[in-house]
């Protein structure tokens, strides 16, 4: 959906209108898909249970965390481990199975909970200085142009391939798999958009953009509820019946 938005929505239009005021020109060159929501070293089943966590985590996800009672973290990737190994933190997000599983963190965390519902489709962008991208030929625009498209598509592709044997893997190895409550996604929701509220009331700009990507989400979410969440529910059906 976020690919869908940027490529054929107003997405990328609309986010080169904010980056061209810092004299950029962005592309998307990469998608993560849904990320995880991160790793505990105890179980959260409820609201309460966030309050006073300390948690590595950062942006706006940071902020909606910290209205339900998470103190969000600033800790570079390489950090994170030995926090958690000695009770600095009590969880951090990264990425996903396969990012995760190389920098170990089920060996001092063993809860994993999912969906990161702040990293639902990330999009990770190229960026050029806007006054060389405009003085390209016009020819060698479009040769970045597909350059990124590959690489936003190749990378969605390896994290749907490199995902999975990690999230067996990290299984086989102690990891308890929990997904958040609906209680949490819940108040999470109602806390991201106060937020975004609150960011439209500040930024003509963000409301612009916000508003737009809103309009395309409820087109596509009844789309997906016909066509991508009824195929994929029946075949998920058919996987833990052991007939795929």
């Known amino acids: 959906m976020s690919n869908a938005w940027f490529n054929q929505g107003n ?61 969000p973290q600033q800790l570079a990737g390489g950090d994170i481990y030995p926090a958690l190994e000695k009770g600095t933190i009590d969880a951090a997000e990264f990425v996903g199975p396969y990012d995760d599983s190389k920098l170990g963190f089920h060996k001092v ?29 016009k020819h060698y625009q479009a040769v970045l142009t597909d350059a990124c498209a590959f690489a936003n598509t190749n990378m969605m592709a390896k994290y749907d391939t490199k995902n999975p044997p990690a999230l067996k893997q990290l299984v086989a190895e102690g990891t308890v798999l929990r997904p958040f409550s609906q209680e949490i996604m819940e108040a999470c929701y109602t806390a991201a958009v106060e937020i975004y509220a609150e960011l439209s009331a500040q930024s003509p700009f963000f409301k612009k953009t916000y508003e737009d990507q809103l309009a395309f989400k409820k087109d596509a979410y009844l789309w997906a509820q016909v066509g991508e969440y009824t195929f994929d529910t029946f075949m998920m059906i058919q996987q833990r019946a052991g007939k795929l």
Do not use: C
């Open 109 to 137: 965390a063993k809860y994993y909970y999912y969906p990161g519902f702040w990293e639902g489709g990330p999009v990770v962008h190229a960026f050029f200085n806007l006054e060389k991208y405009n003085s390209l030929p």
């Open 11 to 71: 997405g990328n239009t609309l986010m080169n209108e904010f980056y061209a005021t810092q004299g950029l020109y962005g592309l998307p060159a990469g998608n993560t898909g849904v990320q995880m929501g991160g790793w505990f070293r105890k179980e959260i089943n409820t609201v309460d249970d966030l309050k006073g966590l300390k948690m590595r985590i950062a942006g706006l996800a940071g902020k909606v965390l910290e209205k339900v009672g998470v103190v």
